[in-house]
Structure formats: structure tokens, C-alpha cells
């Protein structure tokens, strides 16, 4: 049995956060175009594929919900009445999560974990790099 690795890129994902516990710029309300990498381990399936990339249009839809054009505020944020209010106004698409890459890596991991073992069994999900521009990324590996 011969083990292969694939690779998927998926983005760009313009959208906005802030790092309100920072003591930098980084605090204000800023943006970035976010890319998502994924990589798979396994054999082979019948039709000669790890994982068949025209299969993760439901993945990439799911990540357009929760990055494209929107806003991602962490739960403890201090200001999160006047984003709530934002959002319900129509000003933003806020989504409620750790805004940090690191937490964006966990995030897809727990998408694409379950969603890999539900149509591949031939195949496992060993890492996850997601990035906010093309100098800073956070990687998830299983090994």
C-alpha cells in the first residue's frame, strides 16, 4: 500500500479583524486577504484519487460563509454591544470566533476533519495552513 500526500489551496477570503488584547496596531480594525491550505494523507481511492479537489465545493462554500467580506470578533471582545449592533444594522458580516490565524488553523480543522472522514475513509487530514497575507501563516499538523 503506497501512502500519498495531496494538496489543496482555497481562498482568497478578503476579510476583517482585530486583535483587541494586542498593545499594537494590530488592536484596530484591520484586513487581509486569507488563504486556506490544506493536506491530505492516504491511498488511493477506485478512481485513482486521495481526495477528488471537484469534491470540496461544500468545504469551499462553507469557508466563503465564514470569511469572505465578513468580520471576525473574538467572544471577549469589550466592544462586541457596538459590533453586535454593526452587524444587525447591515455595516458588517460579523462572525463571533478567535480572530487570531491560529485560531482561523483550528477552526478549519474542525470543518474539514469530519467532512474528510465522512467521504474519504482512504484518506487523512495532516495539516492545515491558513494565512493572512503571503508573509504570516499558522499551520495545524497531525504529526
Same mark, same amino acid.
Given at each position: 500500500?503506497?501512502?500519498?500526500?495531496?494538496?489543496?489551496?482555497?481562498?482568497?477570503?478578503?476579510?476583517?479583524?482585530?486583535?483587541?488584547? =494586542?498593545? $499594537?496596531?494590530?488592536?484596530?480594525?484591520?484586513?487581509?486577504?486569507? &488563504?486556506?491550505? !490544506?493536506?491530505?494523507?492516504?491511498?488511493?481511492?477506485?478512481?485513482?484519487?486521495?481526495?477528488?479537489?471537484?469534491?470540496?465545493?461544500?468545504?469551499? #462554500?462553507? !469557508?466563503?460563509?465564514?470569511?469572505?467580506?465578513?468580520?471576525?470578533?473574538?467572544?471577549?471582545? *469589550?466592544?462586541? $454591544?457596538?459590533?453586535?449592533?454593526?452587524?444587525? $444594522?447591515?455595516?458588517?458580516?460579523?462572525?463571533?470566533? #478567535? *480572530?487570531?490565524?491560529?485560531?482561523?488553523?483550528?477552526?478549519?480543522?474542525?470543518?474539514?476533519? *469530519?467532512?474528510? $472522514?465522512?467521504?474519504?475513509?482512504? =484518506?487523512?487530514?495532516?495539516?492545515?495552513?491558513? &494565512?493572512?497575507?503571503?508573509?504570516? =501563516? =499558522?499551520?495545524?499538523?497531525?504529526?
Amino acid at each position: 500500500m503506497t501512502l500519498l500526500k495531496v494538496t489543496k489551496r482555497l481562498g482568497g477570503f478578503p476579510c476583517c479583524h482585530r486583535q483587541w488584547k =494586542a498593545t $499594537s496596531h494590530c488592536s484596530f480594525l484591520h484586513g487581509y486577504d486569507r &488563504w486556506v491550505e !490544506l493536506e491530505w494523507e492516504g491511498t488511493r481511492n477506485e478512481l485513482g484519487w486521495v481526495v477528488d479537489f471537484g469534491d470540496l465545493r461544500e468545504v469551499k #462554500d462553507l !469557508l466563503e460563509q465564514q470569511f469572505d467580506h465578513t468580520t471576525l470578533i473574538d467572544p471577549s471582545d *469589550p466592544f462586541m $454591544s457596538s459590533f453586535e449592533e454593526l452587524d444587525k $444594522s447591515g455595516v458588517i458580516s460579523m462572525r463571533v470566533m #478567535d *480572530p487570531t490565524m491560529e485560531g482561523m488553523t483550528l477552526w478549519v480543522r474542525d470543518l474539514v476533519q *469530519p467532512w474528510t $472522514s465522512e467521504h474519504y475513509p482512504n =484518506a487523512q487530514l495532516i495539516r492545515v495552513t491558513c &494565512w493572512e497575507n503571503e508573509k504570516n =501563516a =499558522a499551520s495545524w499538523s497531525s504529526k
